[in-house]
């Protein structure tokens, strides 16, 4: 079966960084676009970035300070996060999707790995 597993999350200070993996198996990794998502406490699940072949995807809210890459040949996906604020406090998703889905939406995603907790203390 499909199995996504995110490792690297923890607490840190703001401005610093974090690197995020997210693990597979189970899929042919390569013919999959592959997502970042964060659920922070009483809030939306809300998509962080993406990559479809070698084009990526950001948020706006992240976009300058995170950055998702994929190594195929281990089969796994990576978000670093550097100048982190308290408000990337969440838990985070990896998530992979089909090509040609909206990567934008949670519902173009088939498969989702448990998630890894962030926390940034200012």
């Known amino acids: 079966q499909v199995q996504l597993v995110e490792s690297g999350g923890g607490v840190v200070q703001a401005g610093g960084s974090l690197r995020l993996s997210c693990a597979s198996s189970?899929?042919?990794?390569?013919?999959?676009?592959m997502g970042w998502f964060r659920q922070a406490p009483g809030k939306e699940r809300e998509f962080v970035a993406a990559?479809?072949?070698?084009?990526?995807y950001y948020a706006d809210s992240v976009k300058g300070r995170f950055t998702i890459f994929r190594d195929n040949a281990k089969n796994t996906l990576y978000l670093q996060m550097n100048s982190l604020e308290a408000e990337d406090t969440a838990v985070y998703y990896c998530?992979?999707?089909?090509?040609?889905?909206?990567?934008?939406?949670?519902?173009?995603?088939?498969?989702w790995g448990q998630g890894t907790q962030v926390t940034v203390s200012s």
């Open positions: 189970g899929l042919t990794f390569g013919s999959y676009a």
């Open positions: 990559i479809r072949y070698s084009t990526t």
């Open positions: 998530a992979a999707a089909p090509r040609g889905s909206n990567l934008y939406a949670s519902t173009g995603y088939d498969y």
